[in-house]
């Protein structure tokens, strides 16, 4: 699987769209990239996964961009229930894939 | 959505004893569920591939015979932490895929258990 870079941490205001980049330079024409997070002491929670389209459901946005190098996670009114770890994580889709966890991105949404 | 229920969320034991953790797909069949591990503030650490019927597949540095599987059915898998020692003390996560994801207009979304909290005393 394609590595994937993200920062380490974030800080955003209850209320603002949070932005959270990720990088992954070597990802494939067939892989795809999922978003998931982690909020402390509970098992991760699935976000939102795209190909090369952008995409939209009721928990975020994914913008790919053209290059599919790079894509940014968008949660457009940060609660503070979204505090958490996020982890963008590049796989195959078909097939039972493993999933392999980077360190993410810390975010912290203040009020 | 889909549902992962495991079972202890928390368990304390002494050390030189065994420790089951079960993971449950609620309301989807998995042919496939996974293991992982996390100690506190690091990422997830995968341990196995759970298959049901066959072995399960651990990754490199797991030791299969302390850390044994069964996935017996295609909504329930089973994780035993034999003689379990203070280093094993970990938040244990098991994740399940519903059957066929991956095909056409599938998502294949991993669902995740809320974690099983091992302390080992």
């Known amino acids: 699987d394609a590595k994937t870079t993200q920062p380490t941490s974030m800080d955003c205001a209850e209320g603002r769209a949070a932005n959270l980049p990720c990088n992954h330079s070597?990802?494939?024409?067939?892989?795809?990239v999922y978003w998931y997070r982690q909020i402390h002491s509970q098992g991760p929670q699935y976000i939102i996964h795209g190909l090369k389209n952008n995409e939209t459901n009721e928990m975020a946005s994914l913008i790919i961009t053209e290059d599919r190098k790079s894509s940014t996670l968008i949660l457009p009114h940060a609660t503070l229930r979204d505090t958490a770890v996020y982890y963008c994580?590049?796989?195959?889709?078909?097939?039972?894939?493993?999933?392999?966890f980077g360190q993410g991105t810390r975010l912290t949404i203040n009020p | 959505g889909a549902v992962v229920s495991q079972h202890p969320s928390w368990v304390i034991c002494k050390s030189g004893t065994s420790v089951k953790i079960e993971c449950r797909s609620l309301?989807?069949?998995?042919?496939?569920m996974f293991w992982y591990r996390q100690f506190p503030k690091q990422s997830l650490m995968l341990m196995a591939t759970?298959?049901?019927?066959?072995?399960?597949?651990?990754e490199q540095g797991v030791e299969k015979d302390k850390f044994l599987i069964n996935h017996a059915s295609l909504t329930l898998s089973t994780l035993t932490v034999t003689s379990a020692h203070p280093e094993d003390s970990s938040f244990y996560i098991c994740s399940a895929t519903p059957a066929g994801a991956g095909g056409p207009g599938t998502k294949n979304i991993q669902y995740f258990g809320a974690g099983t909290r091992l302390s080992v005393l």
């Open positions: 759970s298959n049901e019927g066959s072995k399960a597949t651990y």
């Open positions: 070597t990802i494939s024409g067939n892989e795809y």
């Open positions: 309301d989807f069949q998995a042919t496939t």
């Open positions: 994580i590049v796989r195959l889709r078909m097939g039972a894939q493993k999933l392999v």
